[in-house]
């Protein structure tokens, strides 16, 4: 079996909140094989954002353990974080907010390159060239600022900034999210070419099951901190087992008007993140609950890959 680019074990990001303490992410594990895009959604809350910003230490960890290429990376500091700095990187889900409106196009894409220390001014001038060619942004563009750019011009910025110090992992959070439609399918399409190519390994953070069904190689369901299911993009949309993610999944809308899939409405209130009891926390939400739901949860391998939290998944399933 080859290692994975990336593994997590067991990770956790916890913030102090008046009242407690909220459990932004908590027990998290996964891997990512090279070349490969691991999909995570869930709605807004979760912690999606959260688990990709504490993986490339934007925010550093609780608890728990992250491994690039089979080193552990978790508590890295100044020299080295730097090095796993260039190793892994984000492109951000406003293009506009994460780019500084001072900089000019050739200025952004070039900041990443005078950071590393390590190329000269002509080697700059020509890997932004190199950069903007590659994402298809028009030379004529170089002296232009982010204001006078569209929303997909700028994430194309952002995606070749991300790209200037030859990265092998970037968590993409929410990248396509405020494009419009057509221009979403142009940078989703910029960012399979690119990972072919390159052999890029992707954390596609999103809330569109659309989008994540057309990306992913394998998907992530959280909820409220936790992964409650795990498993292959294809085997999710036919076998999903967790009823959380069920419900997710009868939310997309259908042009199908003789097969009219039936919406699960789920009832109750949301458990509070901030410092929650043991046990599974959609249990006050699903339909399915029992007494021993509140009890501590394990991850279990329902069928050959397919991971689900919860310890009714062969009962509701049979």
Do not use: W
């Amino acid at each position: 079996m080859t290692q994975p680019l990336i593994e997590v074990r067991h990770l956790k990001k916890y913030f102090p909140v008046n009242g407690g303490t909220l459990h932004a992410v908590d027990d998290v594990s996964f891997t990512i094989e090279k070349g490969k895009t691991l999909g995570v959604v869930g709605e807004s809350g979760c912690g999606k954002s959260t688990l990709g910003r504490t993986l490339i230490h934007l925010q550093e960890s609780t608890d728990g353990q992250i491994l690039l290429d089979g080193k552990d990376v978790t508590k890295v500091r100044k020299k080295e974080l730097k090095a796993v700095r260039e190793k892994m990187q984000i492109i951000f889900q406003d293009p506009y907010s994460s780019i500084d409106p001072r900089f000019s196009i050739d200025e952004t894409i070039k900041e990443p390159l005078i950071v590393s220390g390590r190329y000269s001014r002509k080697e700059m001038v020509q890997r932004a060239e190199e950069l903007m060619e590659l994402v298809g942004i028009d030379e004529r563009l170089r002296r232009a600022y982010p204001h006078e750019l569209d929303g997909g011009r700028r994430q194309r910025v952002g995606i070749a900034r991300a790209l200037a110090l030859e990265p092998d992992f970037i968590v993409c959070d929410e990248p396509v999210s405020a494009l419009d439609v057509s221009i979403q399918a142009q940078v989703l399409n910029l960012l399979k070419k690119l990972q072919i190519e390159r052999g890029l390994t992707y954390m596609f953070i999103t809330h569109d099951m659309s989008v994540v069904r057309h990306i992913s190689d394998d998907i992530c369901v959280m909820y409220l901190g936790q992964m409650v299911e795990k498993c292959a993009s294809k085997e999710l949309f036919r076998n999903p087992l967790h009823p959380y993610t069920r419900a997710l999944l009868s939310a997309i809308p259908s042009t199908d008007i003789h097969h009219r899939q039936e919406r699960i409405r789920l009832k109750g209130e949301i458990t509070s993140p901030v410092d929650p009891e043991p046990g599974c926390r959609f249990a006050a939400r699903c339909p399915f609950a029992q007494e021993k739901c509140h009890a501590p949860q394990h991850q279990i391998n329902a069928s050959d890959g397919h991971f689900v939290t919860c310890c009714r998944v062969h009962e509701i399933n049979a």
